[in-house]
């Protein structure tokens, strides 16, 4: 079985930024790509960003470009998603998730193992 165990969730200013960390332990497994979801109260579950390890590729959902940045390691199966200038509707649960074989990488129905999600708030 794999866990993926994410970290880094919190309150924060507006303006402010958070890094989140995802890590996977158990069952050794390959990831083709790697991601962040969220989902906000009410709303459903949206795509944030991905990196694939075979390409060194990034994905990003067009209206967090240039904010949020993700980044990792292949080896350890981690992933990071930097997150600057957050905004109040960045306000959600952040998901991190793994796969093996992800097309395309923006779906979340594509990867194979999730994170229980870690709560970012953006509030004054």
């Known amino acids: 079985q794999v866990q993926l165990v994410e970290s880094g969730g919190g309150l924060v200013q507006p303006g402010g930024s958070l890094r989140l960390s995802c890590a996977a332990s158990g069952r050794t497994f390959s990831s083709d790509a790697m991601g962040w979801f969220r989902q906000a109260p009410g709303k459903e579950r949206e795509f944030v960003a991905a990196?694939?390890?075979?390409?060194?590729?990034?994905s990003y959902a067009n209206s967090l470009k240039g904010r949020f940045t993700i980044s990792g390691d292949n080896a350890k199966n981690t992933v990071y998603l930097q997150m600057n200038s957050l905004k109040p509707e960045d306000t959600a649960v952040y998901y991190c998730?793994?796969?093996?074989?992800?097309?395309?990488?923006?779906?979340?129905?594509?990867?194979?193992?999730w994170g229980q999600g870690t709560q970012v708030t953006v509030s004054s």
């Open positions: 998730a793994a796969g093996i074989s992800v097309v395309p990488i923006s779906m979340a129905v594509q990867y194979d193992y």
């Open positions: 990196i694939r390890w075979s390409a060194r590729s990034t």
